[in-house]
């Protein structure tokens, strides 16, 4: 119902900057949030941020608060994810994923449709 398509993911030195983008297609008006995820080789999945789609409300893992701020524009049915002070620990693939109901924001079984991810690599 609703495909969700990442990108803006490449490899930055320490302290560098990204901003991850994810465009929603399909039934967007049935989105009540969206969130971004990561997982590292070996590692689970671990919530980063997350926003609830209309009343804008963000949510934070603390071992990225005050480096990442998410945000979305309605018009382009986009959420972005800008990433500043990068470390070799946020190297991972991020998701995507897009909620239809209310549910907890940091868990994955919140959400219902997910991207196929982007790359985030950084060198030290």
């Known amino acids: 119902q609703v495909q969700l398509v990442e990108s803006g993911g490449g490899l930055v030195q320490a302290g560098g900057s990204l901003r991850l983008s994810c465009a929603a297609s399909g039934r967007t008006f049935s989105m009540y949030g969206m969130g971004w995820f990561r997982q590292a080789p070996g590692k689970e999945r671990e919530f980063v941020a997350a926003?609830?789609?209309?009343?804008?409300?963000?949510y934070y893992a603390d071992s990225v608060k005050g480096r990442v701020i998410i945000s979305r524009d309605s018009a382009k049915n986009t959420v972005y994810l800008q990433m500043n002070g990068l470390k070799p620990e946020d190297t991972a693939v991020y998701y995507c994923a897009a909620a239809r109901r209310p549910f907890l924001v940091h868990s994955p079984l919140g959400y219902n449709y997910w991207g196929q991810g982007t790359q985030v690599t950084v060198s030290s």
């Open positions: 926003i609830h789609w209309s009343g804008g409300s963000t």
